[in-house]
């Protein structure tokens, strides 16, 4: 009985050994892949975010009015009724 118990041990010694190897090369896989990917990302340039800055402005300033005229609309549609 106690050397099954032994053996048992051995093994699962073993096996937390290998998955602590598997561990560490899926670290260093997991650590190349993101450096792949932020080769991949495009930062906008000063030019870019200016536009886009600008383009994100207007648009709020644009639906900001358009609900206020909707708003106003509506408070005399109801002072009518």
Do not use: C, W
Request: proline share 1%.
């Amino acid at each position: 009985m106690e050397k099954e118990e032994k053996k048992k041990l051995k093994k699962t010694k073993k096996e937390t050994k290998n998955t602590k190897k598997e561990v560490s090369k899926a670290k260093k896989g997991l650590i190349e892949q993101i450096i792949d990917e932020m080769r991949k990302v495009h930062f906008p340039t000063r030019k870019e975010m200016v536009k886009y800055s600008a383009a994100t402005i207007a648009f709020v300033i644009f639906f900001a009015i358009y609900f206020y005229v909707i708003e106003l609309v509506m408070a005399f549609l109801k002072s009518l009724i």
